[in-house]
């Protein structure tokens, strides 16, 4: 049986963590209803790098190995949001009209406490 597990961010600040069994979403009586401040996000099954779970919803940064053109490794760091788009989690970063987006990749990320 697979467990389904949840982080509820209050209005007030306060986090919770919650988790559903696969099974409870076959039963067609089940509703969740958070508040309306309160944001629900998933956890995407990973770690990060210092064994902290990853959430939608969490600022990581990420560590971006690109190659130039001559093949010359780069390594930078990005800042990104975690987010759950197409049925899977992405690292989004970017600006207005220069947008990216890579699969969570948890070794190369550590998550940012604002």
């Known amino acids: 049986m697979r467990v389904l597990k949840f982080r509820v961010r209050k209005k007030s600040g306060k986090i919770e963590y ?3 069994p696969d099974e409870l979403f076959k039963r067609e009586d089940l509703q969740v209803c958070p508040d309306d ?3 629900i996000d998933q956890f995407t099954g990973f770690a990060d790098k210092n064994g902290e779970e990853i959430y ?10 690109t190659h130039s053109l001559d093949m010359e490794e780069r390594e930078d760091i990005v800042r990104c949001d975690v987010k759950f788009e197409r049925g899977m989690f ?3 970063w970017g600006h207005e009209g220069c ?3 890579s699969l969570v990749l948890p070794y190369r990320m ?5």
Do not use: C
Request: charged share 35%; no cysteine.
């Open 18 to 20: 919650f988790s559903i």
């Open 37 to 39: 401040e309160d944001t």
């Open 56 to 65: 939608e919803g969490d600022i990581v940064d990420y560590l971006r190995v």
């Open 90 to 92: 992405f690292a989004a």
């Open 99 to 101: 947008n990216h987006e």
């Open 110 to 114: 550590q998550i940012i406490k604002e």
